[in-house]
């Protein structure tokens, strides 16, 4: 059982170019989520999808967009990379429904020159 | 903003030791969970306690919620040297339900000498 799938796991961009991090789970889930990490900052959510067919913003969402292409994947995309925009980013998975237990992805790295 | 804010940022103690770490939050909640990061991995879930508990164990784990004073504490007992990783609480707000979303705190780095 794989969990959650994050790829890829380090990448490394110049400003301005895009990108998108992908995020597959196999628990089938209802509830994604990605957050980015920062140095003491904690874990800050950028967008979230309660279910299959929605998405929300979440605390940090400038200078980024998501997609739910189903229920099992669950996409984050830069358009125009930005150096404050490296970080850790993670994707996680719930069973929705409520407030429980979120599983996370291994993180991506991601560095903006 | 961030919901919580966690006590201390970091704690050194030798193994065998008790490690306790505290958690403050600002709005009402649904629940409050802990969570542990391994260096460079992800978070793994530790353990949930709801509004309505005020307190609650897991193997070597104690969690207590006050719900009062808006904080939580865990308390790791005779720590081994592979619990050094850093620590977080992240709340559910009241009226998070439908979304699941999680606020988390800064983290507890917690090392752990053999």
């Known amino acids: 059982n794989a969990g959650v799938t994050q790829t890829p796991k380090f990448q490394v961009l110049k400003t301005g170019q895009s990108m998108t991090l992908q995020c597959a789970q196999d628990m089938n889930h209802n509830s994604m989520y990605w957050y980015r990490q920062d140095p003491g900052m904690g874990l800050r959510l950028i967008y979230y999808s309660a279910s299959e067919g929605t998405t929300d913003k979440g605390e940090v969402p400038n200078g980024y967009n998501v997609s739910r292409l189903n229920k099992r994947e669950f996409s984050l995309r830069l358009e125009s990379a930005a150096p404050s925009q490296t970080s850790v980013y993670f994707c996680?998975?719930?069973?929705?429904?409520?407030?429980?237990?979120?599983?996370f992805g291994e993180g991506s790295r991601l560095t903006v020159l | 903003s961030q919901q919580g804010e966690e006590d201390p940022q970091a704690l050194s103690i030798q193994e065998g030791e008790n490690a306790t770490m505290n958690c403050s939050y600002k709005?009402?909640?649904?629940?409050l969970q802990w969570y542990r990061q391994n260096s460079g991995r992800g978070l793994v879930h530790l353990i949930l306690?709801?509004?309505?508990?005020r307190e609650k164990h897991s193997g070597r784990l104690r969690v207590t919620l006050d719900t009062s004073k808006k904080s939580s504490s865990l308390l790791i007992t005779a720590s081994r040297a592979a619990d050094t990783a850093s620590y977080f609480c992240?709340?559910?707000?009241?009226?998070?339900?439908?979304?699941?979303?999680?606020?988390f705190g800064q983290g507890t780095t917690l090392q752990v000498k053999p």
């Open positions: 709005t009402s909640i649904n629940n």
């Open positions: 306690i709801r509004s309505n508990e």
């Open positions: 996680a998975s719930s069973r929705g429904g409520g407030t429980g237990e979120l599983f």
């Open positions: 992240a709340t559910a707000p009241v009226g998070s339900s439908n979304t699941g979303k999680l606020i």
